[in-house]
Structure formats: structure tokens, C-alpha cells
């Protein structure tokens, strides 16, 4: 009997290590693993074995996972690669690369949104790499995360003293995150800055429509008295219409009474959305300083293979990195299918041959606003991201999922 109980304990611990290792390639923090084998062993109704031998046996877990991903990363990584990697530990003018990486933007100034791109420029070989690379590793998303942080909290003194290939695997899963986290500010960035944006524009055009209107009420009785001028017997009827006009325009100038017509041929309303994109006008080279670095800095996708909003963000895309303007671009050559019908007045003007004309910052700023709501209901994302990146993204290929009932 006793020998049956040693080889039945015997089995229970090889299923256990084997819960263990497992374990280990989805989380590699100790106490994830622990609770997995609490749970394994609570759902079997065994006995949990003492505290130090379930302690070695996550130890011995995290241990084989190290071995096991360094074991792969020696093979995997060329040694080209291995001294870019390297090159992240060296000290140049007092700092070291990894350090640097490690910052994040204090806040969505254009500074350091500007320095948050040319971060991503840095580090892209390496991430193109790491894409490479770290599906042949097998581990999670998750751990993929924990060992990104661990980067993080390390000082490099002790990175270098790491054995190589666990520190190559470390640091593959920092490049990776942190380009992925580097888009998130990025686009979290966009967002800020055309809400921003369009709050200010619509404070801006509820003042002016609240000018306006005490304006108008100013000028209703001054509109009265020139109406009354057709019913003035004093003025005969033979009277030239351009003495009318000089009285008329004695009461209220040109502008005002053109003003107060079209305010009283619209049943008294002012339109709000045209006061928003006055405001826009002067607010454009403020957020095009903003908003330039990030489009430049992001691949936006979408699920549609011919999405006209993606063919206008490539356009702007290639004509700011070419320095050349949008309104210096030919207007048949300008993506227009993207722009919804009820908006199209107010991104045109007449110029003076009575023909319609793009307004180029305008163009500009709503392709930014459409990109905003896209990312927020998920129609537009990043494929580089975390937050931002498609649903398709995050499941398993329709190969795997072909086994689902054995996956399940």
C-alpha cells in the first residue's frame, strides 16, 4: 500500500510540474502560476502538498521556461541582430538607449509627441524583428507584457548581468511592447488634440453666435425703419432707387443690413457649424504642428480593402512628407469620396469666377476628425497598437480554429 501511495504522489507531482510548465508560457509571474496548480489541484480534490515543495515547483517551472525560450533565442537570433540588441545597453553621452526608450511622453505637447515618432523610427528594425522572432518563443501576449516590464524595472546594470540569451528574449519583448505602446500615445494624441480642437470651435462659435444675436437685436429696429421707407409717402414714387439706398444705408451700413437679411431669411438662425469652421480657419497651422507628426508616425487600417478614407489619409500622408501643400495639389487629384454629402458645403467656397474651390486646412482637419470617431467605434485601427488594434487581431488563425472542439 505504501508503495502504491509513493507512486501515486509520484504521478500527481509529474502532472503538477507539467501544469507548472505550462503555466509558465502563458504567465511567467510566480504567483499566477501557484494559483493555477491551487486550481488544478482543488478541481482533481487533492490534497495540496507543503508550501516550500510547491514553491520549488514554480521555481523549477520559471526555470525550464528561461532555458527553454533561451534555448530557441540562441538558434533563432542572428549575430547581427544579437549587436543591435546590445546596442540598447551602451552608454552614449552619459545615457543609455534603453533608458531613453523607457520614457514616456509627459504629455501631447508637440515636442515631445515629435520626440515619441522619432522614437518609433529608432526602434522599428528592431520591432520588425521582434515580429519576426517571438512567435517562434510560443508564449502569450500576456507574458509578453510581463517580461516587457521587467525591462522596465531593471536597472541596465543588472540587464547585463543576465545571461545573454534570457536578456536577448527580455529585450525583444520590450521592443515590442513599447513600439506597440509608443502608437497608443500617438493615437491617443489625435484624439486629444481634435477634441480639443472642436470644443474650442464650438465654444468659439457660441460666443459669436450670442455676439451676433445681441447684435441683431440692436439693429431689428434700425431693419424697421428702413422697411418703412416703402411705405414713406414723404419719399415719391418716381424716386431714383439709389436715393433709396443712400437712406437706407444712412440707418445701417451695407454689410450689416446684408447681414441682417440673411439672418432674417433663415428664420432668424444663425448656422453654428460655419462659425465652427471659421474658427478652424484660424486654428489651422496650430493643429496641423499637432496632428502632421502623428499621421506621419501611424498606419491606419481598415477591414474594408478599398476604404476611401485610408486612400485620403495616404494622400495628405505623401504630400506633407514631400513638403508640398495640399492647396498646391490639382483638386481632381484630391480623395474626395470619403467626405459625407452634408458636409461638402462647407468645405467649399466660390472663388471669383463663381467656381467651387476646395478649402484645403478644412479637408485637412475633418480626414483628422473621421480618424478620431473611426478608432473610437472601431472601424479604423492600428495593427502596431495595443489598445487600437483590430478585433481580427487578437484571435487565432482560421487554420487552428478548425480543431475548436479540442481547442475548447
Known amino acids: 500500500n505504501l508503495c502504491n501511495y509513493r507512486n501515486a504522489d509520484r504521478a500527481i507531482q509529474k502532472k503538477l510540474e507539467a501544469r507548472a510548465r505550462q503555466s509558465a508560457a502563458v504567465c511567467g509571474k510566480p504567483v499566477y502560476i501557484f494559483r493555477e496548480l491551487m486550481h488544478y489541484l482543488a478541481a482533481k480534490r487533492i490534497v495540496a502538498p507543503g ?22 533565442v540562441s538558434d533563432q537570433v542572428n549575430p547581427s541582430a544579437k549587436k543591435a540588441l546590445k546596442r540598447l545597453l551602451d552608454d552614449r553621452e552619459g545615457l543609455h538607449e534603453i533608458t531613453l526608450l523607457k520614457r514616456d511622453p509627459r504629455d501631447f505637447s508637440n515636442h515631445e509627441i515629435r520626440r ?52 536577448y528574449v527580455y529585450l525583444l519583448c520590450f521592443i515590442q511592447h513599447r513600439y506597440q505602446k509608443l502608437h497608443d500615445n500617438l493615437i491617443q494624441s489625435l484624439i486629444h488634440h481634435v477634441r480639443r480642437h472642436g470644443d474650442d470651435a464650438r465654444a468659439a462659435a457660441k460666443e459669436q ?48 443690413l446684408e447681414s441682417m437679411a440673411e439672418y432674417l431669411a433663415t428664420t432668424a438662425r444663425f448656422d453654428e457649424i460655419a462659425f465652427q469652421w471659421g ?46 501643400a495640399i492647396a498646391a495639389c490639382r483638386e481632381q487629384d484630391i480623395p474626395v469620396r470619403w467626405v459625407p454629402e452634408k458636409m461638402r458645403r462647407y468645405l467649399y467656397e466660390r472663388d471669383e469666377h463663381n467656381r467651387k474651390r476646395l478649402l484645403p486646412d478644412r479637408y485637412e482637419f475633418l480626414l483628422y476628425r473621421h480618424l478620431h470617431h ?30 475548436k472542439d479540442k481547442l475548447i
Open 209 to 256: 453666435v450670442y455676439d451676433f444675436r445681441i447684435a441683431a437685436n440692436a439693429d431689428l429696429p434700425k431693419v424697421g425703419g428702413i422697411l418703412k421707407l416703402f411705405t414713406d409717402d414723404s419719399v415719391p414714387g418716381t424716386a431714383p432707387f439709389r436715393e433709396v439706398r443712400r437712406k437706407a444705408f444712412a440707418m445701417l451700413s451695407a454689410a450689416r
Open 116 to 167: 515619441e515618432v522619432e522614437r518609433g523610427e529608432q526602434i522599428r528594425k528592431l520591432y520588425r524583428l521582434s515580429q519576426k522572432l517571438l512567435p517562434h518563443l510560443k508564449i502569450s501576449n500576456e507574458n509578453i507584457g510581463y517580461y516587457a516590464s521587467l525591462v522596465d524595472y531593471y536597472s541596465v546594470y543588472k540587464l547585463r548581468r543576465m545571461s545573454e540569451d534570457v536578456l
Open 374 to 403: 473611426g478608432m473610437e467605434a472601431g472601424d479604423i485601427f492600428c495593427r502596431d497598437s495595443i489598445r487600437f488594434r483590430s478585433l481580427e487581431d487578437d484571435l487565432i488563425d482560421h487554420k487552428q480554429w478548425r480543431n
Open 51 to 72: 508550501y516550500s515543495t510547491m514553491q520549488d515547483m514554480v521555481g523549477a517551472a520559471l526555470a525550464h521556461e528561461q532555458r527553454r525560450l533561451a534555448a530557441i
Open 279 to 324: 474658427y478652424i480657419d484660424k486654428a489651422a497651422q496650430r493643429f496641423k504642428l499637432a496632428l502632421r507628426p502623428v499621421l506621419q508616425g501611424v498606419e491606419f487600417s481598415t477591414s474594408a480593402a478599398d476604404d476611401p478614407l485610408i486612400e485620403a489619409v495616404q494622400f495628405v500622408k505623401e504630400a506633407s512628407r514631400s513638403g508640398k
